[in-house]
Nanobody
Framework: LQLVESGGGLVQPGGSLRLSCAAS????????IGWFRQAPGKEREGVSC????????NYADSVKGRFTISRDNDKNTVYLQMNSLKPEDTAVYYC??????????????????WGQGTQVTVSS
């Protein structure tokens, strides 16, 4: 399974971006997917995760009400819609896959497959 993120960029505070995580090599429908981020000098943290069928989602408190995770298993892609962006959202965003129906949205070894990351910068 290979994961490729896209959609990052520079945006002003209050703006929006939609990140995509496209999978190849295997069908994504068997995997829980998570979005994680890592800011300079900080540990990688879970942002939002979605179960394999999409019926269960969870979000970090810092992004609740602003970010929305979704998946289209027919397109083998998971999305992260990010609205009302803040400077503190600046980070490299990674998508990850766990070979399970659902996984806790925290760093642990079940998140076995990782993309290369996409930079999100929120600045005026």
């Amino acid at each position: 399974l290979q994961l490729v993120e896209s959609g990052g960029g520079l945006v002003q505070p209050g703006g929006s971006l939609r990140l995509s995580c496209a999978a190849s090599g295997e069908t994504l429908g068997s995997y829980a997917i998570g979005w994680f981020r890592q800011a300079p000098g900080k540990e990688r943290e879970g942002v939002s995760c979605i179960s394999s069928a999409g019926g269960s989602t969870n979000y970090a408190d810092s992004v609740k009400g602003r970010f929305t995770i979704s998946r289209d298993n027919d397109k083998n892609t998971v999305y992260l819609q990010m609205n009302s962006l803040k400077p503190e959202d600046t980070a490299v965003y990674y998508c990850a896959a766990a070979a399970t129906v659902q996984a806790m949205c925290v760093m642990n070894p079940v998140w076995f497959y990782w993309g290369q990351g996409t930079q999100v910068t929120v600045s005026s």
